[in-house]
């Protein structure tokens, strides 16, 4: 069945450092979300991408899909301590409608 | 308006213990879902419905029931409690098609 791997797992960085997390799917996907969940939250919806090659910015967060549409990331640019949490991507079949989440980017700053 | 509700927001069961997480959405979305979530594992499929009467299976269904009577509600049964079902579980809501997903508060289950 379709997989969406994430990595890296966790991730520390000093304030003002850049931090990216990868999303890489086992089948071509109709879209890719991405999610944040802040410690002990529910995650939050953040942005979707549905073009093949796609970039979209928010502030400092740069989100890619990849041409084939198997891939994506995410961009931090200068983390500040808001930034703590578990990002997610979330890629959707369009065969099933299934939405299926990747195992997540942890993201720790440290001030 | 609401969003998605899911009750209780705790709960502990003993071993072959069987309960009902409760799930209610007022957005009139087609698309409800059921993930449990644990450390490294990510959030995991564990039943869908595309509509009132649909159910399908995700990626770990086993050891969960669901049903989708109407619309708003999507409630998700163990039948029998066992510890490897002790998780955090979440309820989403969204319309059919690519749009985005509404999570619930999450119920944090506990088996012993």
């Known amino acids: 069945g379709q997989q969406v791997m994430q990595i890296p797992q966790y991730q520390h960085v000093q304030e003002g450092e850049d931090f990216t997390t990868y999303c890489n799917s086992s089948?071509?996907?109709?879209?890719i979300q991405w999610y944040k969940q802040r410690p002990g939250g529910h995650p939050v919806f953040l942005i979707q991408?549905?073009?093949?090659?796609e970039v979209k910015k928010q502030k400092r967060l740069t989100f890619q899909f990849g041409e084939a549409k198997k891939n994506s990331s995410l961009h931090i640019t200068a983390t500040q301590t808001t930034d703590v949490g578990t990002y997610f991507c979330?890629?959707?079949?369009?065969?099933?409608?299934?939405?299926?989440f990747g195992q997540g980017t942890t993201l720790q700053v440290k001030p | 308006n609401a969003g998605v509700t899911q009750t209780p927001k705790f709960q502990v069961l003993k071993t072959g213990q069987s309960m009902t997480l409760q799930c209610a959405q007022d957005m009139n979305h087609e698309y409800m879902s059921w993930y449990r979530q644990d450390p490294g594992m990510g959030l995991r499929l564990i039943h869908y419905?595309?509509?009132?009467?649909?159910?399908d299976q995700g990626e770990v269904p086993n050891g969960y029931n669901v049903s989708r009577s109407t619309t708003e509600d999507f409630p998700l049964r163990l039948l029998s409690a066992a510890p490897s079902q002790t998780s955090v579980y979440f309820c989403a809501s969204r319309y059919q098609g690519g749009t985005e997903a509404f999570f619930g508060q999450g119920t944090r289950l506990t088996v012993v």
């Open positions: 979330a890629g959707l079949s369009s065969n099933t409608g299934k939405l299926i």
């Open positions: 419905s595309v509509g009132a009467g649909i159910t």
């Open positions: 991408l549905v073009k093949s090659g």
């Open positions: 089948t071509t996907l109709s879209n």
